[in-house]
């Protein structure tokens, strides 16, 4: 009988243990639960709202026609340029005519056998009507000559290949066309190659830069 009550008393202290462990093991899970549940809530992504969302449409929307407009602006002023200056490349060797016209001229002018005779003042003549002509055809497409003789020297039409001295005119005034420029509406095609005035060194100067140069060589 001792040993029933014995054993009887062991299983009610064993019950009594595990009752007593089991709401600890509850609130140690529980333990565990509620932070993850507090840092799931902490990283929640707040939704926009509605007017949040109009807004970011409105500007996406206006930036893609800005974006249209700026590229319909391209397009037409290629367009423009393509119509303007698409013969550009062409009539820049178009003018190799007109100075091969003019080598021409100076090669027969200085051919002693047809100095003075008729034939030479034919063909002089004939030469100038073509000429003409080639300008007249040029300046209808918008290619102009450029003004030279008499003007000053400026830098985005003409193109100084020498000095000439020449007291008579001031300094950097065209006194000579070596070869004719042209523009095409408002862009060069090509410069003037020209001389232009210098005033006239003295002898003492000359003399000087003569003795300098001789020291130098």
């Known amino acids: 009988m001792d040993k029933e009550e014995n054993q009887n008393n062991t299983y009610t202290d064993l019950n009594q243990e595990e009752t007593n462990e089991t709401p600890r093991s509850n609130e140690n899970l529980d333990a565990k639960i509620k932070p993850e549940t507090d840092h799931e809530t902490k990283d929640e992504v707040k939704e926009p709202s509605l007017e949040e969302k109009i807004s970011e449409l409105e500007d996406k929307v206006v930036r893609t026609f800005a974006e249209m407009e700026n590229q319909r ?3 037409e002023k290629e367009k423009e340029d393509a119509f303007e200056y ?5 009539a820049k060797e178009a003018l190799n005519l007109i100075d091969n016209l003019e080598r021409s001229k100076q090669v027969l ?3 002693e056998k047809l100095k003075d005779t008729e034939a030479l003042t034919k063909t002089l003549e004939h030469l100038d009507i073509i000429k003409k002509d080639l300008i007249s055809i040029f300046e209808k497409n918008n290619i102009k000559p450029i003004e030279s003789i008499n003007k000053k020297l400026d830098p985005n039409l003409h193109q ?3 000095e000439i001295e020449d007291d008579t005119k001031e ?3 065209i006194i000579q066309e070596i ?5 095409i509406k408002d862009r060069l095609l090509r410069p003037s190659l020209v001389g232009v ?3 006239v060194a003295k002898k003492e100067e000359k003399t000087k830069e003569n003795q300098e140069n001789l020291k130098n060589k």
């Open 73 to 75: 602006r391209r397009f």
């Open 86 to 90: 698409g013969g550009y490349i062409f």
């Open 109 to 111: 002018e200085s051919d």
């Open 160 to 162: 100084a290949m020498m």
């Open 171 to 173: 300094p950097g005034t």
């Open 179 to 183: 070869q004719r420029g042209f523009t």
């Open 197 to 199: 005035s210098k005033k």
